[in-house]
């Protein structure tokens, strides 16, 4: 079979590993990839919401299945074009449609979903310009702390937590009137302060069946004890040692399957991943928000664990035979940590030389390359997000441990990763 991955980031590449080792994929093609992903099949400079371009792509190279990364191209519309396009219409794409695509395009949208399908999730309210006041009003009655969102993508920053009403009436000005998020906060959510452990867990499905694929935890803050800036993400570990039996069998009943059977209610074409961001409230689960794709870095930390071929069970999903489907996971603990560039998450230079990536070639480690390019025999950084160390380990503080050393084996001028990944369980494994 011949596979079209759309994205550039270490997720991708992850993608890009796993789909390779299966002897189901003949060609891989990667639109438009990164240095990571021209080890795995080859490169075409297309933009991710190119569609004119990947469909021509599509019918040069004879693809018989897409698979989409990021969630731009999904928000964008990319399911329906292929779809309305003969000769594309035939092929196997693994995303939602547009439609679909707004239970992560639009934050307002997601929680009129839940709240219509009885799926848990925090209070909220929705203001634009036009009840810009009403909004201020809500702000100061609401409890501290408050969590405002930008309803639109706003690329993983658009989502605020203000101590104060002062702060929150601050951030909520900039918002709608001197637009901070630009389009995405046009509109802006304004929700109660989950209190609780945050999780990530993925699911895909093929519109009827699912199948859940291992849990993780990201971390967010730049700095080391969850401090600093926001960032697209800083590592993930899994699995998690609080997500037991009870706990799965909460998030499957309340969570997946009202979301699933919501979406064929709604008549919302959905062949594909659902990304869960949930709280565990005191071993209740609340959905935080939903993504339409797969997380990164938690990509890098999932994928590795799955030991079953990532093309069968796609094929299945496009088939919607997935109920056909059991999947073998690696039951050892694995941990991600993502190096990234100097000034991350605000500004930062690129064109650095990677060194020492001939130096990480082990059983138990695997590095994904993210804003990376390749100029000859050179790798340079192309962005905030370099790289990805994923190793495994007996538990999340050995798989970690080996992680940092890992990556202290590389380098590029300003080079920057978190080593506390994991830092919470350590206490709980030793």
Not at 149 to 163: E, F, N, P, R, S
Not at 321 to 331: G, K, N, P, V
Request: one cysteine or more; proline letters at 4%; a negative charge.
């Amino acid at each position: 079979m011949k596979i079209l991955l759309i994205g550039s980031g270490g997720r991708e590449h992850a993608l890009a590993w796993k789909l390779k080792q299966s002897p189901l994929c003949d060609d891989l093609f990667i639109a438009p990839g990164n240095a990571g992903t021209a080890l795995c099949g080859t490169n075409l400079s297309i933009g991710v919401s190119d569609f004119e371009r990947l469909g021509a792509a599509c019918m040069e190279h004879g693809i018989e299945m897409v698979l989409v990364g990021p969630e731009e191209p999904l928000v964008n519309g990319i399911y329906d074009y292929f779809k309305s396009k003969p000769g594309l219409d035939k092929i196997k794409l693994i995303g939602p449609s547009k439609e679909a695509s707004q239970l992560e395009g639009s934050k307002a949208f997601a929680k009129s979903f839940m709240k219509k399908h009885g799926i848990p999730t925090a209070a909220y309210a929705e203001f634009s310009a036009d009840t810009y006041m009403e909004g201020v009003n809500y702000i100061k009655a609401h409890a501290l702390p408050i969590v405002l969102k930008a309803d639109g993508l706003a690329a993983g920053k658009g989502v605020l937590i203000c101590q104060h009403h002062l702060e929150a009436m601050s951030e909520f000005d900039l918002m709608l009137h001197r637009a901070k998020f630009g389009e995405a906060g046009k509109r802006v959510v304004i929700e109660e302060f989950l209190k609780g452990i945050e999780l990530s867990m993925f699911v895909l499905t093929d519109g009827d069946h699912y199948i859940l694929l291992p849990e993780a935890k990201d971390y967010k803050r730049v700095g080391a004890g969850d401090t600093g800036l926001n960032t697209g993400g800083m590592g993930a570990v899994s699995p998690l040692p609080f997500v037991d039996d009870a706990f799965l069998e909460k998030v499957k009943k309340q969570v997946i399957e009202p979301t699933i059977a919501g979406l064929k209610q709604d008549r919302l074409e959905y062949k594909g991943f659902i990304f869960l961001g949930l709280m565990n409230d005191n071993g209740d689960p609340k959905v935080i928000e939903y993504n339409c794709r797969l997380g990164d870095p938690e990509t890098e930390v999932v994928i590795p664990r799955i030991k079953s071929d990532l093309v069968e069970i796609l094929m299945a999903t496009s088939e919607k035979r997935l109920h056909e489907i059991s999947l073998d996971i690696d039951d050892r603990s694995a941990a991600t940590v993502v190096a990234v560039s100097g000034g991350y998450p605000g500004d930062y230079k690129k064109g650095k030389e990677i060194s020492g990536l001939e130096e990480t070639s082990f059983d138990d480690t695997i590095v994904f390359l993210a804003g990376t390019k390749r100029e000859g025999s050179k790798v340079l950084t192309n962005g905030g997000r370099v790289l990805a160390v994923t190793s495994f380990g007996s538990n999340i503080t050995e798989a970690a441990e080996q992680s940092n050393y890992m990556m202290e084996q590389l380098f590029f001028e300003d080079m920057y990763f978190r080593p506390d990944i994991g830092y919470e369980f350590k206490a709980v494994e030793n």
